[in-house]
């Protein structure tokens, strides 16, 4: 008799039982393995919903809230009660949190400007469905990320493979300012669905969301360098530009793609001219 674990879920998705077999398949064959979703937010009045309705079918539906202003965390109550809010400590340990309060096996990290299709969804039932091998730690899914109302595939924004489907008990967060990383344990794969990620609805949230997280990467920069000259400054941003535009084929995009090297290179620049600014802050002029 395979040994089990108790589990009780929502039951909304297509493989959810309540005794678990650690092998995740039962004594008929059937799957038995639960998905969470975890999702953090700040201010997402205006994506939680749409967001929340993509992964509905989802075991368990987990938001951990970063002290909103707005709506936020009433909208995502009205999915699940699995709603925390909690002072911000960072990125990693933010989904850290989330990924702690889950009890499923499985677990798919969602941002709130994001989308999980229903090929996706598909994709990921059946292969709960069929048992992953016990060697497998995660997946990697592709991304589609929209600038300005369009789907941007070149500039090295397509296929944008994302780590966001793993075991519970695969790895960690690592704590970094910006761009947090999920330290997997096990091998990966990719699945083949897209999820679909709403970047840049607009220039001016463009505009504001470069000014927040250029002041991360130069934070993450400054751990790194103790002197930035005037060069790097000019040639990082232009050739951030040229390859996003060229290299990576940006320019098949049109005038999107354009905007989008545009942004990329002015990314790059700001980045580092703030890092530029506050190692030279306190130097005598």
Known sequence: MPITRSLSMRGSGNCTVRAVPDNGVDETGRCTMTIAVVIITKDEEQNIADCLQSVRWADELIVVDAESRDRTVELAKGYTPKVFVRAWPGYGPQKNFGIDQAGSDWILVVDADERVTDGLRQEIHALLAGGPPADIGGYEIPRRNYF??????????????QL???????????????????????????????????????????????????????????????????????????GTVLKTLFTR????????????????????????????ERLNAHREP
């Open 148 to 161: 300005y109302g369009k789907w941007i595939q070149g500039g090295g924004l397509y296929p944008d493979y």
């Open 164 to 238: 966001r489907l793993f075991r519970k008990t695969s790895g960690r967060y690592d704590d970094v300012r910006l761009h947090e990383n999920f330290v997997l344990e096990g091998r990966r794969e990719r699945l083949r669905e897209p999820f679909i990620h709403y970047s840049m609805p607009t220039v001016h949230h463009h505009i504001r969301k470069m000014m927040r997280y250029t002041t991360l990467g130069a934070d993450e920069k400054l751990k790194r360098v103790s002197h930035i000259s005037g060069w790097a400054i000019a040639t990082h941003h232009i």
């Open 249 to 276: 084929g940006g320019y098949r995009d049109g005038v999107h793609g354009l905007v989008v090297a545009m942004f990329a290179g002015l990314h790059t620049f700001v980045k580092y001219a703030k890092a530029w």
